[in-house]
């Protein structure tokens, strides 16, 4: 039994499995695509920044990380923060089939280490300084959920472009009982993916103020979208909660 056990884990850590497995999900995200019917609120205000030629930084909570690359059907480049864990990189491997770049690193809370944050931060810098744009899960890699740092508020200050919030709601779907309670959707389903207001972060304004008004917001619209799809809210955790190591 113990081999076998042994075998099925190698057979999980093989790179060409795990190549294969983000290939299907990549696949599967678009056919749930095509087969839903998706409507896009608020693209308006991203439609004028992106014909000015102004980048931006797009944010979403993790739970909701899945259908937003369908966000981005443009054509010039858009880089997402992914953490370098081993969850990390299959992301990465899965949204590159969809056309979106990665960037290795992460955002941490005050106090906290972040992998590769200091490298992140100045390529995703230098990513909006060549017009490029940006999406950022301010509660990733490891929560706490629905709570966000402070690294896309930094990003924001030195950069001086825009935070857009980004989220999607769908009838048809399970959430996971992980710690961001991430949402996958079904195919043949009606969703919303729901673009907010760009909120500008200048290099006078509070770091903690402009955080806590981000993260408002983004779960006000994140319990819009479930009720506008007919979907059971999903809550924040708990201030106290610590991150998973």
């Given amino acids: 039994m113990s081999a076998l056990k042994n075998a099925k884990r190698k057979v999980l850590k093989s790179e060409i499995v795990r190549r294969c497995a ?5 696949q599967y995200m678009r056919f749930v695509w095509a087969t839903g019917r998706w409507d896009a609120l608020g693209v308006d205000k ?23 690359s369908f966000g981005w059907q443009r054509e010039r480049p858009f880089h997402m923060l992914i953490s370098a864990h081993r969850d990390g990189e299959l992301i990465a491997h899965t949204v590159k089939h969809l056309g979106i770049d990665w960037i290795k690193g992460s955002t941490a809370k005050e106090g906290k280490k972040s992998k590769g944050g200091a490298q992140a931060l100045r390529s995703m810098l230098k990513a909006l300084k060549e017009g490029a744009y940006v999406g950022i899960t301010p509660d990733g890699p490891r929560g706490p ?10 990003v924001a ?12 709601g769908v009838r048809g779907g399970r959430v996971l009982n992980t710690w961001d309670r991430f949402l996958i959707p079904y195919p043949f389903s009606k969703g919303v ?11 006078d304004d509070d770091l903690e103020a402009a955080r806590v008004r981000l993260e408002q917001r983004l779960t ?23 991150r998973t190591e």
């Fill in 157 to 168: 200050r030195m950069s001086g472009a825009p935070i857009i919030p980004l989220t999607y």
């Fill in 46 to 68: 991203v439609d004028e920044l992106y014909n000015a030629g102004t980048p931006f930084i797009v944010s979403f909570w993790h739970g909701r990380l899945l259908m937003t």
């Fill in 193 to 203: 993916l729901y673009w907010g207001e760009p909120m500008n972060v200048s290099k």
């Fill in 145 to 154: 959920r629905m709570r966000a740092s402070d690294g896309v508020i930094t």
């Fill in 22 to 26: 983000c290939w299907l999900a990549a």
């Fill in 220 to 242: 006000e619209m994140t319990t819009e979208a479930d009720q506008m799809t007919g979907r059971a809210t999903v809550a924040p955790a708990d201030e106290m909660w610590e």
